[in-house]
């Protein structure tokens, strides 16, 4: 009910302020403006020689413009100097081939992204030295290929038992085996 109340209040007060602009209408008619009913020809390539900055563009880029009388007008236009004015926002704009050395200012400021890059080079100096002291203190095992290699072109004699037993065969098999498998096949082959 309210909604009806509402739209009756609304649709009486256009009426009275349509009623109140048909009084008014009469008074403005009394003097009739005249109007420019003639159509204007196109532009030509002369009117655009005599344009200026502050000239008005519109009938240059109407519908029936001469294309060459259109590129004109604009080529016209965007020679102005407001035109020509940098935002900023081209980011091609610099030439990027020219270097420019980083100041050591700005290295250090990067000195922190070298733990991140390489954690290896923050480690204290005693251990890093423990750890390859270790390494240098192992030596290296025989290479499984030098003992495939011994255990192939060794001759097996017939009088020696340990040459003939089954538990050498299987561990000559193993050491080729291994010697065909390369250590990334290897991690696949085992679970960790």
Known sequence: ???????????????????????AAPAEDAQPVPVDDAPRPPPTLEEVAALTPESDFK???????????????????FADPQFNVMDGLDVYIDDYSKFQPMT????????????????????????????????????????????????VTAPASPSDPASTSGADTDQAAQQRQDLNTTPNQASHDHPI
């Open 59 to 77: 009938p240059f880029v109407a519908r029936g413009v001469d294309e060459n009388v259109r590129r004109s007008a604009m080529k016209k236009l």
């Open 104 to 151: 050591p200012q700005i290295l250090a400021s990067l000195n922190h992204a070298q733990a991140l890059l390489d954690p290896l080079s923050q480690v204290e100096n005693p251990l890093m030295r423990l750890l390859q002291q270790a390494v240098e203190d192992t030596e290296p095992a025989p290479s499984m290929e030098a003992a495939a290699q011994a255990a």
């Open 1 to 23: 009910m309210e909604a009806e109340s509402f739209f009756a209040r609304w649709s009486k007060r256009n009426a009275e302020a349509a009623d109140e602009k048909k009084q």
